[in-house]
């Protein structure tokens, strides 16, 4: 794996200026029978609003862009899935991928009664956030979001969610703790929705 990282950001968990970005190629193939070349792109942007409206408010953008190039056996293990925090909230983590499809073109099931998710060679989803003090003093502090990405093997239109919402973050004594209570955009019957998910010690 090679990667590479660039962050200008004033603070590393609750950033109020500057753009953290990293980039990553993964290259499988050197023994077993996986062959592929993978490439994870980050990108996030932070603007503290204070100076403007003198209030402490912070804008934030991130994008991500996955990529996976089959050089000779892509397993479905391997390849891309979104859905929430990190992705698209308002949806089950790794629950949106394409799906094997019947000749009526309805979800397949496999023996467990599960769709049969084969996952996407490219995925694309953006955020935009806004953060505010809840209580300063405990270093809490509140967000109002939307999430939309797409997911595809062969169509940039081969599925598309979004997510909506709100939350809580609090820098707790066992680290960063994030709280997210969220509703999807563009949700099918086939889809796992997710309105409250948690995390611990991932960046804001």
């Known amino acids: 794996i090679l990667s590479a990282t660039f962050d200008n950001t004033d603070d590393y968990y609750i950033p109020r200026e500057g753009v953290a970005f990293s980039q990553s190629f993964e290259k499988s193939g050197l023994g077993g029978s996986a062959d592929f070349l993978k490439s994870r792109t980050n ?3 932070y603007q503290g609003l204070q100076k403007w409206i003198d209030f402490d408010m912070i804008l934030r953008y991130k994008a991500r862009f996955n990529y996976i190039k089959d050089t ?7 390849k891309f899935y979104m859905g929430g925090i990190g992705s698209v909230r308002g949806f089950q983590n790794y629950s949106i991928s394409p799906y094997m499809r019947n000749a009526d073109g309805s979800p397949s099931y496999n023996y467990a009664g599960y769709i049969e998710r084969i996952g996407g060679s490219e995925t694309f989803s953006n955020s935009v956030e806004l953060s505010v003090p809840l209580v300063p003093e405990a270093k809490m502090r509140a967000t109002a979001f939307i999430d939309y990405g797409w997911i595809w093997d062969s169509s940039l239109t081969e599925m598309a969610r979004g997510g909506y919402g709100v939350g809580l973050e609090w820098f707790s004594p066992v680290g960063p703790l994030q709280l997210v209570f ?3 955009i ?3 019957p ?5 309105h409250f998910e948690f995390t611990i010690g991932q960046r804001f």
Request: avoid cysteine; proline fraction near 10%; hydrophobic fraction near 50%.
């Open 43 to 45: 990108f996030g942007i």
């Open 72 to 78: 000779g056996f892509v397993p479905i293990a391997e």
């Open 186 to 188: 563009g949700a099918k």
């Open 190 to 194: 086939e889809d796992n929705i997710a």
């Open 182 to 184: 969220a509703n999807p």
